[in-house]
């Protein structure tokens, strides 16, 4: 059974920083796509980054590109998410998700991943 787990979430003030982990366990095949999304209260849910761990390819949404970093620790089976220079507006639940393939033109779709992790929040406030 695949299980992930988010750990990482906090208080931080604006321009501050934060990096999230997503361990996996239970996962048989070699290559996995995770992805980080995020739902603030009344939103919908919204693909943050993810990662395609066979390759090494990342995507971003424009929301946080230059200030999120995603990336991956084969040896660890974890994928991290780290924030820098957050705002108000990142304030959110943030969750993983992963799944054995996702279309790259997909990867912020929310369906296109089977798997999910409890989520993690994050607040940024002064």
């Known amino acids: 059974q695949v299980q992930l787990v988010e750990s990482g979430g906090g208080s931080v003030q604006p321009g501050g920083s934060l990096r999230l982990s997503c361990a996996v366990s239970g996962y048989t095949y070699s290559t996995i796509y995770m992805g980080w999304f995020r739902q603030a209260p009344g939103k919908e849910r919204e693909g943050v980054a993810a990662i395609f761990t066979g390759s090494g390819n990342t995507y971003y949404a424009d929301s946080v590109k230059g200030r999120f970093t995603i990336s991956q620790d084969n040896a660890n089976n974890t994928v991290y998410l780290q924030m820098s220079s957050l705002k108000a507006e990142d304030t959110a639940m943030y969750y993983c998700?992963?799944?054995?393939?996702?279309?790259?033109?997909?990867?912020?779709?929310?369906?296109?991943?089977?798997?999910w992790g409890q989520g993690t929040q994050v607040t940024v406030s002064s």
């Open positions: 998700a992963a799944d054995s393939w996702v279309p790259p033109m997909g990867w912020a779709v929310p369906s296109r991943y089977n798997y």
